[in-house]
């Protein structure tokens, strides 16, 4: 079950540039996929999510470039991935190409 969600969907007012992050993703906003803590709905995959955050984040991830203090690219896996933090809560940002790997990423934390 995917568990990833099109970033047109997202509820809270997010404060990025989403062509710019399309461009660097190299897809198309229509194609951007997320996955945050409110859209999650369990405890287990809530600290899976934390998880992996920290391991994009301190462990695996290498940041390529911040586009602002909240917004960063990290390469994950040989992927692009966009990491945006607001208040109380993280995007995982990232193409619908690569929806499955993350998500199986996520599940692996479990």
């Known amino acids: 079950m995917a568990i990833a ?3 047109s969907v997202i509820e809270e007012e997010i404060d990025i540039n989403y062509q710019l992050i399309a461009c660097e993703l190299d897809t198309s906003v229509k194609n951007m996929k ?3 803590k409110d ?3 369990d405890a287990i995959t809530l600290e899976s999510f934390e998880k992996l955050v920290k391991n994009i984040e301190i462990e695996d991830g ?3 470039t911040s586009f602002d203090d909240n917004t960063v690219l ?3 896996e040989n992927e ?3 990491l945006h ?3 109380g809560n993280k995007y995982i940002i990232f193409d619908e190409d690569v929806r499955k790997k993350i998500e199986n990423k996520l599940n692996y934390f479990r």
């Open 34 to 36: 997320y996955i945050s």
């Open 62 to 64: 290498t940041e390529i």
């Open 39 to 41: 859209i999650l709905q």
């Open 74 to 76: 990290y390469e994950y």
């Open 85 to 87: 933090t607001t208040l």
């Open 5 to 7: 969600k099109k970033i």
């Open 80 to 82: 692009a991935i966009i």
